[in-house]
Nanobody, 122 residues
């Protein structure tokens, strides 16, 4: 079992940047594929980006391609999401999650952090 804690959310103006971090404890971080998800009010939770165990594969939802970058450091047990050129549509609670299989459906991720709020005022 792995525990995940996100940090780095906040309020940023459109066009600005934020860097989210997800720290893992209590498990072998490198055995998990990792993902960032987000959930806006009254919307379903959606995948933002995913990264495989040793960073060989990554996935981005179309709406963030070219703006967001996912990375991980297994030695430090940390995953990050660099978010640039933020838009009001990026406003949501962002969650990190861990999965044993390579996919990006929320139901396939077994361990979740508590979430961190990102707000981009319009």
């Amino acid at each position: 079992q792995i525990l995940l804690v996100e940090s780095g959310g906040g309020v940023v103006q459109a066009g600005g940047s934020l860097n989210l971090s997800c720290a893992g404890t209590g498990g072998t971080f490198s055995t998990y594929h990792m993902g960032w998800f987000r959930q806006a009010p009254e919307k379903e939770r959606e995948i933002v980006a995913a990264i495989s165990r040793f960073s060989g594969m990554s996935y981005y939802v179309d709406s963030v391609k070219g703006r967001f970058t996912i990375s991980r450091d297994n030695a430090k047990m940390i995953m990050q999401l660099q978010m640039n050129n933020l838009e009001p549509e990026d406003t949501a609670v962002y969650f990190c999650a861990a999965a044993k299989t390579w996919n990006w459906r929320p139901q396939d991720y077994h361990y979740w952090g508590q979430g961190t709020q990102v707000t981009v005022p319009s």
